[in-house]
């Protein structure tokens, strides 16, 4: 699509080269604003794209756009943005500096507050939030990996982006309520920190109880901070938000049964705070149990659970040796 749209993945890592790659490999006119490790990997070795249901897609370095650059951001007609939630700010002023003010600005990042930062420095931009439902792990040597599924969701607007953002393989859908959407997988999102302090794949902490039960009560618990601020955030799955906690205390077995028809998660599968201590970079847990312990405090809610994980993520950060591998018991010990 030499003469189609242009696309410029802004900080493009594991989610944005896989969604960027995609979309390059579907036709999309697609340039990877990225840093110098990715360049190195992407040049050395291309693009490898697989995922949970047999995907493999190869698309080799010279078919790639790819730069650390930011003036590419020039050229755009789109710009997606996917850097970690810390580095949004740098983003958004180089946006500004560099991207045309007509082009949408859409947020494909973990965390609720992401859009409104950027909108702090893009004013004069068509700048909307977005929802990426699944995670994808960093292979090395230019491999990406879709461990989990689902279809992204941006906001709705003009332009049609839904179906320039949707090739085969990637499915793009547009919603005028994206804050409940976001406000859903940012109850999901919460478990990024359990799967990194216990050291299992997701499967693996999934089929744990113990892990379930933990997360069903932080569940609980945000919840019931949302609701307290009128936030009504919509389900992911086919089932209630309000659902979740109860299916997630179930024995094994049968929540096994359940959780098949809900969501497909690959034995790769790890949460990107799981990767983030394991390659010994600053987590997003401000962005999550931060904001529920700041909601709860706004509100007069107790919010033990929540500040409980925030306080031993940041100190497994701090140690900078990897995954902790605690046993749930150690957590529900933290506990006041």
Wanted: hydrophobic residues 45%.
């Amino acid at each position: 699509m030499e003469n189609g749209p242009h696309i410029v993945v802004a900080g493009a890592g594991a989610i944005g080269c896989f969604v960027g790659g995609l979309l390059a490999s579907g036709g999309r006119q697609v340039t990877l604003l990225v840093r110098p490790r990715i360049h190195a990997e992407i040049h050395g070795h291309g693009l490898s794209l697989t995922d949970f249901g047999g995907l493999a897609v190869q698309i080799a370095a010279e078919e790639l756009s790819v730069t650390e650059d930011p003036r590419c951001l020039s050229k755009a007609d789109v710009v997606l943005v996917t850097v970690k939630s810390g580095d949004t700010a740098e983003m958004a002023r180089l946006i500004d500096k560099y991207a045309p003010v007509k082009c949408p600005v859409i947020s494909l990042q973990n965390g609720l507050g992401n859009a409104d930062a950027l909108l702090e420095v893009l004013s004069a931009y068509d700048v909307r939030a977005g929802m990426i439902p699944f995670n994808v792990v960093p292979m090395g040597q230019g491999g990406f990996h879709r461990a989990t599924s689902g279809d992204i969701v941006i906001m709705a607007g003009p332009g049609e982006l839904g179906g320039l953002l949707t090739v085969p393989h990637l499915t793009t859908t547009e919603s005028r309520d994206i804050e409940s959407v976001q406000w859903g997988k940012f109850l999901i999102n919460l478990n990024n920190a359990l799967n990194a302090l216990s050291g299992l794949t997701l499967q693996q902490q999934l089929r744990d109880r113990g892990w379930r039960s933990l997360m069903a009560d932080q569940w609980t618990e945000a919840l019931g901070v949302l609701r307290a601020h009128g936030i009504r955030p919509a389900s992911t799955t086919p089932v209630s938000v309000g659902m979740i906690p109860m299916i997630l205390k179930l024995p094994t077995p049968i929540f096994r049964r359940l959780a098949a028809s809900m969501l497909t998660i690959d034995a790769q599968a790890r949460t990107s705070m799981a990767l983030d201590l394991m390659g010994g970079r600053k987590t997003e847990i401000d962005a999550l149990q931060g904001e529920v312990v700041r909601l709860g405090r706004e509100a007069g809610i107790a919010t033990p659970i929540c500040a409980m994980i925030a306080e031993v993520i940041a100190a497994a950060e701090m140690a900078g040796e990897g995954l902790p591998n605690l046993p749930v018991q150690a957590l529900w010990d933290e506990l006041p």
